[in-house]
């Protein structure tokens, strides 16, 4: 089974820029992959916040954007808010539907 | 409004069975693929099961198979996940999604405790 591979923790500072990577153990990280990018904070269930790599959802904020970039799946928060402190996981998928995740990136927002 | 609400959570003993449910409303069921994914305390998100609405099938992750069924009734726009031969490392929060292979992960539930102990 693949693994996804995720930064254990990062750091940001208010109002700074940072970038959540997502790279896979098969190799590139390619559309074909699908890639999701999802938020958990404490005491609540995900959410999502990209799909396909680069697509948001309506409640996604504008300062979240996904790309694929240098054969990895990354998440960029451009101008970080206290309420961004979260867990965010990614998701691939293989196979024609075998989902797996990474295994998170806690952020926090000094 | 899309809504997911789990049910059937329980603490059950090692060996035993349970049943999830997750309804489903705001959407049409029959179209969208649906999943589970289980977060044990402290721990990541884990991916354990989807139904496809693409080509019918079910999917599982490997440290399931064999002892877990997803399955879904239309009529009553409900998702299942028949959880057989439980395994005290099934304890956790199943989370029921709509999602899957032809289908966007994008709806969460709230999630159900499974909570596996003699």
């Known amino acids: 089974q693949a693994v996804v591979t995720q930064e254990p923790s990062l750091t940001v500072s208010l109002g700074g820029t940072v970038t959540l990577t997502c790279g896979s153990s098969?190799?590139?990280?390619?559309?074909?992959?699908?890639p999701y990018w999802f938020q958990q904070k404490p005491g609540q269930a995900p959410t999502t916040l990209i799909y396909?790599?680069?697509n948001k959802r309506p409640w996604t904020p504008a300062r979240f954007s996904g790309s694929l970039l240098g054969g990895k799946s990354v998440l960029t928060l451009s101008g970080a808010q206290p309420d961004d402190e979260a867990e965010y996981y990614c998701?691939?998928?293989?196979?024609?539907?075998?989902?797996?995740f990474g295994g998170g990136t806690k952020l926090t927002v000094l | 409004e899309v809504q997911l609400v789990e049910s059937g959570g329980a603490l059950v003993q090692p060996g035993g069975s349970l049943r999830l449910s997750c309804a489903a409303s705001g959407f049409i069921f029959s179209e969208s693929g649906m999943s589970w994914v289980r977060q044990a305390s402290g721990k990541g998100l884990q991916w354990v099961s989807s139904?496809?609405?693409?080509?019918?099938?079910?999917l599982y992750a490997d440290s399931v198979k064999g002892r877990f069924t997803i399955s879904r009734d239309t009529s009553k726009n409900t998702l299942y996940l028949q959880m057989d031969s439980l395994r005290v490392d099934d304890t956790a929060v199943y989370y029921c999604?709509?999602?899957?292979?032809?289908?966007?992960?994008?709806?969460w539930g709230q999630g159900a405790l499974v909570s596996v102990s003699s």
């Open positions: 999604l709509r999602g899957g292979w032809g289908t966007m992960f994008d709806y």
């Open positions: 396909n790599a680069i």
């Open positions: 139904y496809s609405v693409r080509d019918g099938r079910a």
């Open positions: 098969t190799g590139t990280v390619t559309n074909d992959h699908y």
């Open positions: 998701l691939l998928v293989y196979n024609s539907g075998f989902a797996v």
